[in-house]
Structure formats: C-alpha cells, structure tokens
C-alpha cells in the first residue's frame, strides 16, 4: 500500500451547476463519488487532504476536509489558491466546460417560440494549475472519452500540462457515472500505459494512489 504521510493532496470531486435562472441549472451525471473515494483513500494513507467537492449527495469520512462548491468558477477560485500549498492535486471533477453568458435574475417564462441559451467557457481549473505548477508538484487529470480515448487522453495530458492522467471511457458496462465500479488507465508523460480491471471505485482509488506514489 502506498504511503502519503506529510503529503498535502488538493482534490477535486462531482459535478459542477451551471445557473440559467434562480431554479434551472447545466450539470452532468456525475455523482462524486470516484474522486471522494480517493480523498478518503489518500486521508487513510496519512495525508492532509482537501476536497473540494461539486454538488453531491455523498458525505465523505470526516478524516478529509471538504469545502462544497456549487459552479466551476467557485471550484476554481477556490482551488487556484489551495493548489500553492499542494504536492498532489487530483482533478477528478467533471466540471462544466460551458456556462450561461447571463443568468436570468427571474424564473425564465415558457414561450411558444424556440428559446437558445448562449453558453461561455468556464475556466478550465486542470489547464490554469498546468501553467502555475511548481518543480515537485504532481498534477493528475483525469479524461472521460467516448471516441479515440487514448490518443484524446494523451493530447490533453499535454495540453494541460499534467503529469498523469486516469482515463475512462462510458463503453464498459457498470463503469463511470452513477456506479460503484470503475475501470481506467493510467497513463504518464514517458509513454507509459497502464490498464486496471473493473473494480470498486474503493480499489480504483487505491490503484491510482499506489501509481501517484510509484511516481513521486
Ligand atoms: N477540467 C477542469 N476544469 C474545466 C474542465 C475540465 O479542471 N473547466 C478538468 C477535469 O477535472 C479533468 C480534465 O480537466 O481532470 C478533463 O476534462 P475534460 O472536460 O474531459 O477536458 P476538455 O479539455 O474539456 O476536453 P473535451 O471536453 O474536449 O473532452
């Protein structure tokens, strides 16, 4: 089992809402649980550990400090300024890329006609920590891909300028979103691919602890 004692681990976990109005939202079927799994696992192994957490109805074990974020843009504001204090940030939260350019400050009313929402990037917390990270910080991102999910997987690792990323794709039966089962891949900038069978998020979590560990 890896050993985490003294280090500080920023994680990140859940979905992020995006407002339209005062009771309407843009989200995703993320229900946290991948990245709380790893919070958890990474507090058991003696680390000092953040979580900030999207919208989630799952508690996590008191051993972690959590702070619960409803936007990308609070995730990231929050984040940013943890991440100076970090040796491992994990990047698990499926984040929104895109928000409403303007929130209606009313209920917006059902008309006959069709009605477009004009959507803005958020801002992109994986790639902002990529540009600030520091000689011996860890940056671990994490790819959700339907389509040439390594080839994605490895562009973005680059991209964002992260030292691993854990991929999964949607294509594996009780994998992913809303399961307590997960399979991914680890892969890392020397080239390196690693594949995990299909187990319980708390043995993912595990997996993917041990591989951070192997590479600090
Ligand atoms: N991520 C982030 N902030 C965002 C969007 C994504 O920190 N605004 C992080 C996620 O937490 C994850 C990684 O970036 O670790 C991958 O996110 P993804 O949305 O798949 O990447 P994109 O660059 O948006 O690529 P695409 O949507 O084209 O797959």
Redesign the pocket.
């Known amino acids: 089992m890896a050993d985490l004692r003294g280090k500080r681990v920023l994680v990140?976990a859940g979905p992020t809402h995006e407002a339209i109005d005062p009771v309407r939202f843009i989200g995703n079927h993320s229900s946290g649980r991948m990245g709380i799994c790893i919070a958890e696992e990474a507090a058991r192994q003696g680390a000092e550990v953040t979580l900030v957490c999207g919208p989630s109805h799952l508690a996590s074990a008191p051993g972690v400090h959590r702070i619960d974020v409803i936007s990308?843009q609070q995730m990231?504001d929050l984040v940013l300024p943890l991440f100076a204090d970090a040796d491992i940030a994990i990047?698990?939260?499926?984040?929104?890329?895109y928000r409403p350019r303007a929130v209606s400050a009313q209920k917006i009313k059902k008309k006959d006609a069709s009605l477009t929402i004009e959507l803005e990037?958020?801002?992109?917390?994986?790639?902002s920590l990529g540009q600030i990270k520091r000689e011996g910080q860890l940056l671990v991102?994490?790819?959700?891909?339907t389509e040439n999910a390594l080839a994605?997987a490895q562009e973005?690792m680059v991209?964002?300028n992260c030292d691993l990323m854990v991929m999964n794709t949607l294509a594996d039966e009780g994998a992913g979103f809303g399961h307590d089962t997960n399979r991914v891949t680890i892969i890392d900038r020397r080239g390196n691919i690693t594949n995990f069978g299909l187990r319980p998020k708390t043995e993912v979590a595990i997996d993917i602890l041990t591989h951070i560990s192997q590479t600090l």
């Not at 990047?91 to 890329?97: E, G, H, I, P």
């Open positions: 990140t990308a990231y990047l698990s939260a499926a984040v929104a890329d990037p958020t801002p992109d917390i994986l790639a991102g994490f790819a959700l891909e994605n973005k991209r964002k």
